[in-house]
Each structure stands twice: as structure tokens, then as C-alpha cells.
């Protein structure tokens, strides 16, 4: 059973940047695309960004694009979320999550198999 932990969230200021990761166990994270989530207070959970098994494809949302960067070490079992240029607006809790296989379903959609269980990121004015 794959089991994800991320780590690496906390409060920074606004234009700051932080990292996240998403370490896995349980099985080979090669096997499966992995995607990042947030959820904002109030508001429903939203698909940040996603690579494939190889990372030969990623996406990201419109509104990460050109800010975040999602990486893979599938040697070490992990995903990473580089965040620069961090706004107000991206506060929230970040999961990441493995998919079905190794290409990324939908990210409009946030029906994964595996999940993390977040952590906070805080984004301050």
C-alpha cells in the first residue's frame, strides 16, 4: 500500500518561496504520475500541478504557471513542488497525491487513490 507524507510547508511573506515534498513508501512511486493539491479554507481542493511517472509531461494551473515547478527523484521515492514568487492567495493546505497509473488524470478532478495529509502553507501580506 502507497503511503505519501509531505513535508516542508510553513509561513512565509509574500514574493518568498518555499519547497514541498512528497515522500513515499509502501511501493515504487514509478509506477504512478503524482499530482499536488490545495485546499484553502472554505474552498474546495484544487490540482496545482502534475508529472508522470518520468516526468516527460507535466501541468500545472493557470494560476502556478511560471511560479511553481514540480519535480520527481523516483530513485529516493520523491516529488517535490517548487514555489517562488509565493502570493496571499496561495495559502492553503497542500496534499500531494499518487494517481491511477503513470499518466496524469485530470487535475479538475481530485479522485486519487493515495493521498498525503497535507501541510500548511501560509502565505502572509
Known amino acids: 500500500q502507497l503511503q505519501l507524507v509531505e513535508s516542508g510547508g510553513g509561513l512565509v511573506q509574500s514574493g518568498g518561496s518555499l519547497r514541498l515534498s512528497c515522500a513515499a513508501s509502501?511501493?515504487?512511486?514509478?509506477?504512478?504520475?503524482v499530482a499536488w493539491f490545495r485546499q484553502a479554507p472554505g474552498k474546495e481542493r484544487e490540482g496545482v500541478s502534475c508529472?508522470?511517472?518520468?516526468?516527460?509531461?507535466?501541468n500545472y494551473a493557470d494560476s502556478v504557471k511560471g511560479r511553481f515547478t514540480i519535480s520527481r527523484d523516483n530513485a529516493k521515492n520523491m516529488v517535490y513542488l517548487q514555489m517562488n514568487s509565493l502570493k496571499p492567495e496561495d495559502t492553503g493546505v497542500y496534499y500531494c497525491?499518487?494517481?491511477?497509473?503513470?499518466?496524469?488524470?485530470?487535475?479538475?478532478?481530485?479522485?486519487?487513490?493515495?493521498w498525503g495529509r497535507g501541510t500548511q502553507v501560509t502565505v502572509s501580506s
Open positions: 508529472a508522470t511517472t518520468r516526468s516527460d509531461v507535466t
Open positions: 509502501g511501493s515504487n512511486l514509478d509506477r504512478y504520475a
Open positions: 497525491a499518487a494517481d491511477w497509473g503513470p499518466l496524469c488524470t485530470s487535475t479538475s478532478s481530485a479522485f486519487r487513490p493515495y
